[in-house]
């Protein structure tokens, strides 16, 4: 009998099998991979998508404050006589410059000494800067050099420069208006001098050993032959809107305020470039080729489609707060309009001409813009809470300065006796001195040049119908200022007497579409609820009741910045929704795929170990056959050696 079981044996591939099964088990695995590709790929879509959208709010920015964009431009036939600036609205214009004067410091030097560390003498020297008070240098032993005596005047703020300064022979103390003008021209006396200190001194019209070599001078200038003149070369008002700096004596030029909307389109060209390519991103990503039968990755999605429908309406639609009546109440009538392509074009000249037409309502349709219909009420900004319209302001209480007056008139003949004034704002004091015998005018240029010289620049001193009179240049509660007199009232002074006298601004108080509001000088805020929340006007004059209206547009940059913003929040955003969905589904096959391939592992793992069982039992099998045949083979060879001897 033979039995042979090599051939079961050698004829199965075991690594074949298990390649093969385990493969199988890998099928259902590649096919969650490639939709985990796929959700890949539309994720990195709305990546893109964000990023653009992020770059068209970034540059929308150029839009938020062209109603503040200077709209005149300003040339001058020669430059080297004179610079000049100009401001949003200022009339247009031609005006002949002549007679050119430009402003001068004074300046002194003294006589000769020959020596700038030798002592020149003792006591005091009084710097009295145009109608000022008289500052006191003192000078002693420890400053009584020519090079002591410049550091001491120096030191002491006194409106002047001191220097010394050596000729060839000699050394000179030379001292230096800090200010221009007439009104910046001083003098210098001394008192109690020892040496040569009492030749350090300069009176105009008087002997004295100091020498002038420089005259205070104002600038002037002749504009359209009407003679202008400033205590610096600098010069505002005179052209309304025009700020002229003089650079050349006895110069001349033309003057010429143009129309200049340059920077205005500028900034509009700005935003159709970023937004043309957000749309150009937009039509990329929801593109469907008929040829391919293929699409984009946010092909038919809802929310994106709805966007792009959204900004281009914002692009054709009516401008919010313009009037429909108005020749420029859309984007479109300036000179915006809609491609085939979904995308928009701009012409330069249409926006041009409308701006010069009409800035205001075409500065309205791009950014938020405010216009009054009272003089006396100036818009001046409003937030992304308040809404289009017209609202109308009632004033129930204008806005005050801090003001104060001399209960008595100042005699025609002058004050009686000397007087000192002290006035007080915040922590600063000053002491005016008044000589007895100044008269109202004196004692107001006295008083407001000594003010001016210590810093208290915000009050004023002013003649009043023989009265002198002190007020705030500020309007408002926070405008306050003490004054008192070292004489009594009515005894032939100012008429501020002894008592302190407290003067306080009042603010501005009213309504702006009947919402209550917020006064801080002059300024009036909407803090009640309703449309015109966030809503600031200005209120000069002291006119109260109803003052008009003013009307808010909402331009460009407000809507689509609130549906930029609101598809991008992070939170509510239907771009992160998109996003978080998308994520969360590739986490979930991620795990799918984790469990297959853990599952693939085990059966392989299991397969191999069964298929190397069944080796193990077909190599025993094997065994035992092999020795079943060489048992057999040995018996028959057995039987047949005996019957042979038989």
């Given at each position: 009998?033979?039995?042979?079981?090599?051939?079961?044996?050698?004829?199965?591939?075991?690594?074949?099998?298990?390649?093969?099964?385990?493969?199988?088990?890998?099928?259902?695995?590649?096919?969650?991979?490639?939709?985990?590709?796929?959700?890949?790929?539309?994720?990195?879509?709305?990546?893109?998508?964000?990023?653009?959208?992020?770059?068209?709010?970034?540059?929308?920015?150029?839009?938020?404050?062209?109603?503040?964009t200077n709209n005149r431009s300003v040339t001058l036939s020669n430059d080297n006589a004179a610079s000049a600036t100009v401001s949003a609205n200022a009339p247009l214009g031609s005006y002949s410059l002549s007679n050119m004067v430009l402003a001068q410091s004074q300046s002194i030097y003294s006589g000769n000494f020959t020596s700038a560390t030798n002592s020149v003498g003792t006591g005091t020297l009084q710097i009295r800067v145009g109608s000022g008070a008289v500052q006191n240098v003192t000078i002693d032993a420890s400053n009584d050099s020519l090079d002591g005596i410049a550091s001491a005047i120096n030191q002491a703020n006194t409106g002047v420069n001191a220097a010394v300064v050596y000729d060839g022979t000699g050394y000179r103390l030379t001292l230096t208006g800090k200010g221009t003008g007439v009104n910046s021209a001083f003098s210098v006396s001394t008192s109690g001098a020892t040496g040569s200190l009492s030749s350090l001194s300069y009176s105009s019209g008087a002997s004295g050993s100091m020498t002038l070599s420089q005259q205070a001078q104002n600038a002037g200038v002749s504009i359209n032959g009407l003679p202008v003149t400033s205590a610096t070369n600098t010069i505002s008002g005179a052209i309304p809107g025009v700020t002229l700096n003089l650079l050349q004596a006895s110069g001349s030029a033309t003057l010429q305020?143009?129309?200049?909307?340059?920077?205005?389109?500028?900034?509009?060209?700005?935003?159709?470039?970023?937004?043309?390519?957000?749309?150009?991103?937009?039509?990329?990503?929801?593109?469907?080729?008929?040829?391919?039968?293929?699409?984009?990755?946010?092909?038919?999605?809802?929310?994106?489609?709805?966007?792009?429908?959204?900004?281009?309406?914002?692009?054709?639609?009516?401008?919010?707060?313009?009037?429909?009546?108005?020749?420029?109440?859309?984007?479109?009538?300036?000179?915006?309009?809609?491609?085939?392509?979904?995308?928009?074009?701009?012409?330069?000249?249409?926006?041009?001409?409308?701006?010069?037409?009409?800035?205001?309502?075409?500065?309205?349709?791009?950014?938020?813009?405010?216009?009054?219909?009272?003089?006396?009420?100036?818009?001046?900004?409003?937030?992304?809470?308040?809404?289009?319209?017209?609202?109308?302001?009632?004033?129930?209480?204008?806005?005050?300065?801090?003001?104060?007056?001399?209960?008595?008139?100042?005699?025609?003949?002058?004050?009686?006796?000397?007087?000192?004034?002290?006035?007080?704002?915040?922590?600063?004091?000053?002491?005016?001195?008044?000589?007895?015998?100044?008269?109202?005018?004196?004692?107001?240029?006295?008083?407001?040049?000594?003010?001016?010289?210590?810093?208290?620049?915000?009050?004023?001193?002013?003649?009043?119908?023989?009265?002198?009179?002190?007020?705030?240049?500020?309007?408002?509660?926070?405008?306050?200022?003490?004054?008192?007199?070292?004489?009594?009232?009515?005894?032939?002074?100012?008429?501020?007497?002894?008592?302190?006298?407290?003067?306080?601004?009042?603010?501005?108080?009213?309504?702006?579409?009947?919402?209550?509001?917020?006064?801080?000088?002059?300024?009036?805020?909407?803090?009640?609820?309703?449309?015109?929340?966030?809503?600031q006007v200005s209120i000069t004059g002291n006119s109260t009741g109803n003052l008009g209206s003013v009307t808010l547009s909402q331009g460009l940059y407000q809507q689509m910045s609130a549906l930029l913003s609101s598809a991008l929040n992070t939170q509510s955003g239907f771009v992160s929704a998109a996003q978080n969905g998308i994520t969360s589904s590739i986490n979930g096959l991620g795990a799918q795929i984790t469990t297959l391939q853990q599952s693939a592992a085990n059966q392989t793992a299991l397969l191999t170990q069964q298929f190397a069982a069944m080796q193990s039992q077909l190599s025993s099998l094997q065994s035992t056959s092999q020795y079943l045949n060489a048992f057999y083979s040995s018996n028959s060879s057995s039987s047949s050696s005996s019957s042979s001897s038989g």
């Open positions: 009998m033979t039995a042979s079981l090599s051939g079961l044996v050698s004829g199965i591939d075991v690594q074949s099998l298990i390649t093969n099964l385990s493969a199988a088990y890998q099928a259902p695995i590649t096919i969650l991979r490639n939709q985990q590709q796929s959700y890949q790929t539309t994720l990195s879509a709305w990546g893109t998508l964000q990023n653009s959208l992020s770059g068209l709010q970034s540059a929308m920015s150029s839009l938020q404050n062209l109603g503040n305020v143009s129309s200049s909307n340059s920077g205005f389109v500028t900034g509009v060209q700005s935003f159709v470039s970023a937004f043309n390519k957000t749309m150009g991103t937009i039509n990329q990503l929801t593109a469907y080729n008929a040829q391919t039968g293929s699409g984009g990755p946010l092909l038919g999605d809802a929310s994106v489609q709805s966007l792009r429908t959204q900004l281009l309406d914002m692009i054709s639609g009516q401008g919010i707060g313009i009037s429909s009546g108005s020749a420029y109440n859309s984007l479109g009538s300036v000179g915006l309009g809609l491609t085939s392509s979904g995308t928009i074009s701009l012409n330069t000249g249409t926006l041009t001409t409308a701006l010069s037409a009409d800035f205001n309502t075409v500065a309205g349709l791009f950014g938020q813009a405010g216009s009054t219909s009272n003089a006396n009420v100036q818009y001046l900004s409003a937030t992304s809470a308040t809404q289009a319209g017209t609202y109308a302001i009632n004033v129930s209480h204008a806005a005050t300065q801090a003001s104060t007056s001399g209960s008595a008139a100042i005699p025609s003949g002058g004050i009686h006796q000397s007087e000192s004034l002290t006035f007080g704002s915040g922590a600063s004091s000053v002491v005016v001195p008044l000589s007895s015998g100044s008269t109202l005018n004196d004692i107001v240029n006295t008083i407001n040049d000594t003010l001016q010289q210590s810093g208290m620049t915000g009050i004023t001193a002013s003649a009043n119908n023989g009265y002198l009179e002190l007020q705030s240049n500020a309007y408002g509660s926070a405008q306050s200022f003490t004054v008192k007199s070292n004489v009594a009232a009515g005894s032939g002074g100012t008429g501020i007497g002894t008592s302190l006298l407290t003067a306080t601004g009042t603010n501005v108080a009213g309504t702006i579409n009947g919402q209550s509001t917020s006064g801080s000088g002059q300024t009036m805020t909407v803090t009640g609820p309703g449309n015109a929340s966030g809503l």
